[in-house]
């Protein structure tokens, strides 16, 4: 976009920029970092990092963050959001998680330049996904309104309209089915109800941005609404409905052939090796926790 830099020159404030990372999730907030420091690197910036549960202190170091908000003992990612967002200064800020890498440049400055240009827009973001569904409306050129609405993948964020939707989502009634909801949906019916954007850049034929994270996900009960009162104890599956049996067998197939595909691949590529490494890690652990079960009945 024409003129975007000397737009960005322009601001008066420095730039918030929030990365978001939780325990036990080192290995991923470094591949992520080392996406992120070029884009970051020209901006006048002010580089916050939220924790949520105990990190390594070198990744920390790192990073090197102006500001570390941290919780100790976790207590979920819409206590880390709201830690976050009550310290961001910036009229607009940079939203990034510990698992998502750029798949070529990008331009903070153009993000900044299309939120300035429409102040009924709580966001825009770099999509995962492409070429863009007909759902995707094309709103001005080479943006379109999101058809999955508000996103945690890497964005740039007004900060005034999405305090109001996290406001939103703290009054709500605790007894209402809210609880058990993801808070991306929920901002997302909101900034529907309330004639907000959220905005999605037109990533052409490939996706902007890749998500690294997949096997290291933390359990969604870390992510749903009902963690602003206490985090469930126990995981919550599909919103607290299990799965059908034929979704169990179906899933058994996917994985026959995923791990078939990776088989093959580790012997060509160092990352295949890497994602076997990891299933067989994985794999390993549960079998340990379900003889541990064992011991304990047994005893």
Known sequence: MKGTHLFYQAMNSILDVIIFTCEAREHLLKRAWAAYAPVL??????????????????????IHP??????????????????????????YFVWLEDDWIFNGPVRIEDALAVLDQNPSWVQVRWSKEAPLTAADVALIPGVHCSADGFSANPSVCRTELLREGFKFLQEEPKGSSLGIDAFENVLTRWSRTHRRVCAVFDPGDKPAVSHIGYLESSGRQWHMTASLEAVPQ????????PPALWRRFWMVWKLMRAFASVGLRQFFSEAAYDLAFRIMATVKTLSGKRAGRGDRTTS
């Open 66 to 91: 102006n500001i570390v908000v941290q919780n100790v003992q976790r207590r979920g990612y819409i206590s880390s959001i709201l830690n976050a967002l009550a310290l961001v200064q910036s009229e």
């Open 234 to 241: 126990e995981h919550i599956p599909n919103a607290g409905i």
């Open 41 to 62: 690197g020209p901006l006048h910036h002010r580089r916050i990092l939220a924790i949520d549960g105990g990190v390594d202190h070198r990744v920390i170091d790192l």
